[in-house]
């Protein structure tokens, strides 16, 4: 991909981008024009808690409430799947159920389980399984390909 700057001496800032086919580097690239880097605020008891998206494992929501699990940690959020997946980049999370989010670096092994299931180990040790819904997505997004949405 080829990448072109310039500054000019007026006028709006201006991003624009041009591509043949949606891949992975121009999904992230989309996503981070939509959404630049924010932190999420959680609870946990009566603190706020900043996250930062890297240490997350993966987001579940339980009883209308979503909790952030991070490695030795797990924190309240006030926000929905629905909202996180949008401010969340796209490249590195994946909506594995309809009940959560998987951080895709912070997998270490994969397993293949019957009914198109994947069984997926996180560098905790915790396994967490990929529906079948979503798991013919999640292995195209394995191999740097577009996932529809």
């Given at each position: 991909m080829k990448y072109k700057i310039e500054q000019i001496e007026?006028?709006?800032?201006?991003?624009?981008?041009r591509y043949q086919k949606l891949n992975q580097?121009?999904?992230?690239?989309?996503?981070?024009?939509?959404?630049?880097?924010?932190k999420l605020v959680g609870f946990k008891e009566s603190t706020q808690i900043v996250i930062d998206d890297k240490q997350i494992l993966y987001i579940e929501s339980v009883d209308r409430k979503t909790f952030v699990y991070l490695e030795d940690d797990i924190v309240r959020v006030e926000?929905?799947?629905?909202?996180?997946?949008?401010?969340?980049?796209?490249?590195?999370?994946?909506?594995?159920?309809?009940?959560?989010?998987?951080?895709?670096?912070k997998v270490s092994l994969l397993d293949s389980l019957a009914s198109n299931r994947?069984?997926?180990t996180?560098?905790?040790?915790?396994?967490?399984?990929?529906?079948?819904?979503y798991a013919s997505d999640f292995r195209r997004r394995l191999k740097g390909e577009a996932v529809d949405e």
């Open positions: 007026q006028g709006d800032d201006e991003l624009i981008l580097e121009v999904e992230y690239i989309m996503n981070f024009m939509s959404f630049p880097e924010k926000y929905t799947l629905t909202q996180l997946e949008k401010m969340l980049n796209s490249i590195r999370f994946f909506r594995c159920s309809k009940s959560m989010i998987i951080n895709i670096d994947i069984d997926a996180m560098c905790n040790g915790e396994h967490i399984i990929i529906s079948r819904t």
